[in-house]
């Protein structure tokens, strides 16, 4: 679930049905720059529950997901949820449905996630919490590649403007080609 995202984004073909091209100048934003859309089509994602003896498999169906091949990540609209009546309380990790629980959220990588796929990548993360009034100090410099994760690969620059403008610490990027999911997406 990213709260800061208008679409849902997919970069897993495999996973879509009734996959429809994209009219030729669809992009997303990502990071400093844009990936094309290459279709839109819906997904199934699986909601985790928190019993684990009995644990009840409940599919959430995406609509409109947009295909990103290119894309660092999946993502899930958390604005899109809520204008289906879905509720994320990020405390307790529950997704509700008018009310009732349909699944639960997971911290992965200092991330909020839905689903995780099987090679251990993230497939479904969240935005970020609202920073805290902390009467800690805060550091002078904060963990590139955590952040470079959390901000949905975002390139040096950005990671730059990130800690100078918000956190008020210097955050130096981790160069792309480090990243295997941006050397994948060949993302500059």
Not at 70 to 94: A, I, Y
Request: with cysteine; charged share 20%; hydrophobic share 30%.
């Amino acid at each position: 679930m990213d709260s800061g995202s208008s679409i849902h984004v997919s970069r897993d073909r495999d996973k879509f049905t009734n996959f429809r091209k994209a009219p030729t100048g669809h992009y997303a934003l990502c990071g400093s720059g844009t990936v094309p859309i290459l279709g839109y089509g819906e997904i199934d994602i699986e909601l985790s529950s928190l019993s684990t003896k009995n644990p009840k498999r409940k599919l959430l169906r995406l609509n409109r997901v947009a295909y990103c091949p290119q894309f660092p990540t999946n993502l899930v609209s958390l604005t899109k949820l809520e204008e289906r009546g879905m509720d994320w309380c990020h405390r307790t990790g529950e997704i509700r449905l008018r009310g009732d629980i349909i699944g639960y959220t997971r911290r992965i990588h200092h991330q909020y996630v839905i689903e995780q796929d099987k090679s251990s990548h993230t497939i479904l993360a969240t935005s970020l919490r609202k920073p805290q009034k902390s009467k800690r100090p805060i550091p002078s410099s904060a963990n590139s590649d955590l952040w470079h994760l959390r901000m949905g690969h975002v390139g040096p620059g950005a990671l730059a403007q990130l800690g100078n403008q918000t956190l008020g610490v210097q955050i130096n990027g981790p160069s792309t080609v480090k990243c295997p999911d941006c050397a994948l997406a060949k993302i500059t």
